[in-house]
């Protein structure tokens, strides 16, 4: 029997519920010229802001078992540049469903970026990043905060006609909490999660390794974890859930749903494997078949 | 970008904690000399890049000096063990852009890639001069695959063990070497140092901590004269004047 790996998110059909992660597959356009990129569920652009930003200096990449910490910052050209270029260059490679990422360091920031990508014709899902742990006074000051998770999501669904994902941090001790306040606010989804705020230092040159000191982790380690949170909003919830954190195979996928994700980010997997979302992709429905699994849809929430 | 799995061929000290790992498999992604590859190993969740030193039709050959754990880790590789690599990532030195006479300038291990330069500049028929830069005589490598491939080649190091002791803008003090571009690989000091003393135009190669080594992640961006680029992708190799220091 033919498997159904499509999903719905928000009345968004996507072939297969993989998706690239924000912040590690680039404006999708970087690989291009290396796999079919139509093959994937989705794609979840690079987070960007208002202005231009290089980030931080470097070294911004710090290798930890099961995973790695990343402290980029933010680097993007501006939402300008990302719903004028990136954006269109973009659709005419990729029929698929286009996540745009937005971090801002103010309400009036995040309102201005979401009414911009809500008017780019090539972008289907608004994700709003509350859960950046690498720029000071933004990022994630407002994702571990009730009333400022709250807050974001209301001025960004006002400006908004397209699904709103609101992109959760791990780094709270209530992530239901956070979660039920943007469904309140009107949020139409949540992604969760983002990177764990993490630290390693060089012991032979007693510093850190990364010059910004701390940044996110994330990786296979933390899949466990991610996967207890999205088990848990999920079920909290009513609104559709993207899962993420250390997913990196087929059976983190399935697992991934099962706990409640209707869609599914793969991160870090992509910078040691470029390929990882298509081959995830290609190994589903071998998988399906072992499982008695005859549509995705069927297993989302399954647990 | 290719992902292939070599057989390693051999993988022997060249220097201390320096090795020359000889690898056969599919090199058809790899076109030019100033690319790199993305080393996995086991154990390790990110890759590691090191530079193209040699390469044919079925070879490829890296020299590599051993850092840390990932480094170690392939440094116990033997002949017959696999090692799967990301192949055809990064630019490549610039060749056209040297008219007849190449200075080529080396600082430890990153004299690795100035050898396939090399061979590129000579089957072009260009006059190459290479200077070598090591911090004693027992470190010093390559020098003699250099002097076959027809290169004249000094050496600095810096405790004076052999050749001239300093550094290898002390060599180009010293000596009067003749050139119209010069090319320069090593460490970001010796590479700034020698941005600021030799004069007329060159590029570099640089090195730094990667993600994803393909130009995604945006791991590895610096901050040069044309804005933020990534040294894995718009690099590892830059034009003199585009870098900020």
Not at chain 1, 19 to 33: H, K, N, R, V, Y
Not at chain 1, 44 to 67: F, M, Q, W
Not at chain 2, 49 to 63: A, F, M, Q, R, Y
Request: net charge negative.
């Amino acid at each position: 029997m033919v498997k159904d790996l499509s999903v719905e998110l928000c009345g968004i059909r996507l072939k297969n519920p993989v998706i690239p992660a924000s912040g590690t597959f680039g404006f999708g356009l970087e690989l291009a010229d290396d796999m079919d990129l139509d093959v994937l569920g989705g794609i979840s652009l690079k987070g960007t802001t208002l202005e231009a930003r290089y980030g931080n200096p470097t070294p911004r990449i710090a290798e930890c078992d099961g995973g790695m910490i990343n402290s980029v910052g933010l680097q993007n050209p501006g939402i300008d540049v990302l719903v004028n270029e990136k954006v269109p260059a973009l659709r005419k490679v990729y029929g698929g469903c286009v996540v745009a990422n937005i971090s801002g360091f103010s309400l009036d920031e995040y309102r201005t970026c979401c009414a911009k990508a809500d008017a780019c014709e090539g972008i289907d899902i608004i994700e709003v990043n509350i859960s950046c742990p690498n720029v000071h006074n933004g990022g994630m000051a407002f994702g571990t905060d009730q009333a400022s998770a709250a807050e974001v999501t209301r001025t960004v669904k006002e400006v908004c006609r397209k699904p709103v994902f609101i992109k959760l941090s791990p780094n709270v001790t209530d992530i239901v909490a956070i979660a039920r306040a943007c469904e309140d606010a009107g949020a139409d989804g949540l992604t969760l999660v983002n990177t764990f705020l993490g630290m390693r230092i060089d012991i032979a040159r007693r510093k850190p390794v990364i010059a910004n000191k701390m940044g996110g982790y994330s990786g296979r380690a933390v899949f466990p974890v991610a996967l207890r949170m999205v088990y848990q909003v999920a079920h909290a919830c009513r609104i559709p859930v993207m899962g993420c954190g250390g997913v990196a195979s087929e059976r983190d996928v399935v697992e991934m749903m099962m706990a409640g994700a209707t869609a599914v980010q793969v991160g870090a997997e992509n910078l040691r494997n470029p390929f990882a979302c298509p081959q995830i992709i290609d190994a589903l429905p071998g998988l399906m078949e072992e499982l008695g699994i005859d549509s995705l849809k069927e297993i989302i929430s399954a647990v | 970008m290719k992902e292939v799995t070599f057989t390693v061929l051999e993988n022997d000290p060249v220097a201390p904690r320096t090795f020359r790992m000889k690898l056969a498999g599919d090199t058809s992604a790899i076109c030019c000399s100033g690319e790199f590859v993305q080393v996995a190993v086991e154990g390790k969740f990110l890759r590691r890049p090191i530079s193209v030193h040699d390469c044919d039709w079925e070879t490829l050959t890296l020299v590599y000096k051993v850092v840390g754990e990932g480094t170690a880790a392939l440094s116990a590789k033997r002949p017959g063990d696999k090692v799967n690599a990301l192949t055809g990532l990064g630019n490549s030195f610039d060749i056209d852009a040297c008219q007849g006479r190449a200075l080529l300038l080396g600082g430890g291990v990153g004299t690795a890639p100035l050898y396939l330069l090399a061979k590129e500049l000579v089957a072009q028929s260009k006059e190459i001069t290479v200077i070598l830069g090591f911090n004693t005589a027992e470190e010093v490598m390559l020098a003699d695959r250099f002097e076959e491939l027809g290169a004249k080649v000094y050496i600095a190091t810096m405790d004076g063990s052999a050749g001239t002791k300093g550094f290898v803008t002390d060599v180009l003090r010293i000596k009067n070497v003749s050139y119209d571009y010069f090319y320069a690989c090593g460490p970001k000091p010796m590479l700034k140092a020698v941005c600021a003393a030799v004069r007329g135009s060159g590029e570099v190669s640089l090195e730094e901590r990667m993600g994803c080594g393909a130009g995604f992640c945006y791991g590895c961006s610096i901050q040069t004269k044309n804005g933020p680029r990534r040294v894995c992708k718009d690099g590892p190799v830059f034009k003199k004047e585009e870098l900020l220091w």
